[in-house]
């Protein structure tokens, strides 16, 4: 049974610029959110999608966007790249619509530069 | 909203040590879970506990929603156990509440 995963492991990008992350969720689950964790901090909640569309959102943003597909995995986007973007974007996903327990991918980290 | 703290931030042992990491929480919560983080930043589950006492070999949790905190005890520990510990509590269907992290060093 294949975990939470998480594409890319890494990535470099410069100020302006746009990324995009993806997510797949463990089997059976249907709910995604997405977390920022920066360095020497715990993971700060950015949004989270059930049934396609978002359901709760942190404190980020409108640069940071992001989809669920049909098949329940997820995007997140952010656009205008600023250097304090740079952190590792955890991904977790849990069943029932978020009832349940959240398992979290490996994660991507992001280095604006 | 709710907050989480966690103590103690820091924690050193020697190999073979027990240890107790607290988590107290600000308001009642449907879901409670430890993880902890290895060096690559991946969060590892180590319990979902929203009540009660659980373990698991080495590890056991203990929470006390009434009394709104949680332990986690470490026992016989190894140097594998060095990383970061967090606890995360949610309330039915919302984000995970995170709080700062417990970094515990195991020397040999």
């Known amino acids: 049974d294949a975990g939470v995963t998480q594409s890319p492991t890494h990535l470099i990008k410069t100020r302006g610029q746009q990324v995009t992350l993806r997510c797949s969720p463990k089997s059976g689950h249907d709910t995604v959110s997405w977390y920022q964790q920066a360095l020497g901090q715990g993971p700060q909640f950015i949004f989270q999608?059930?049934?396609?569309?978002?359901?709760q959102r942190g404190n980020f943003p409108d640069r940071f966007s992001g989809h669920q597909f049909p098949n329940y995995s997820s995007e997140l986007n952010v656009n205008a790249l600023l250097l304090g973007d740079s952190a590792l974007y955890l991904c977790a996903s849990s069943g029932r619509g978020g009832t349940y327990e959240q398992y979290f991918g490996p994660g991507t980290r992001l280095t604006v530069t | 909203g709710i907050q989480v703290e966690q103590s103690p931030p820091d924690l050193i042992l020697q190999e073979g040590a027990n240890s107790t990491l607290r988590c107290n929480f600000s308001?009642?919560?449907?879901?409670l879970q430890w993880f902890h983080q290895n060096p690559w930043g991946q969060l590892i589950n180590l319990f979902y506990i929203p009540s009660g006492t659980k373990q698991n070999g080495r590890l056991s949790a203990t929470t006390v929603a009434t009394e709104r905190y949680s332990l986690l005890y470490i026992s016989s520990s190894q140097t594998t156990d060095s990383g970061v510990y967090f606890c995360?509590?949610?309330?039915?269907?919302?984000?995970?509440?995170f709080g700062k992290g417990t970094t515990l060093s195991v020397s040999s």
């Open positions: 999608y059930y049934e396609e569309e978002e359901r």
């Open positions: 308001d009642s919560v449907n879901n």
């Open positions: 995360a509590v949610n309330q039915a269907g919302t984000a995970l509440i």
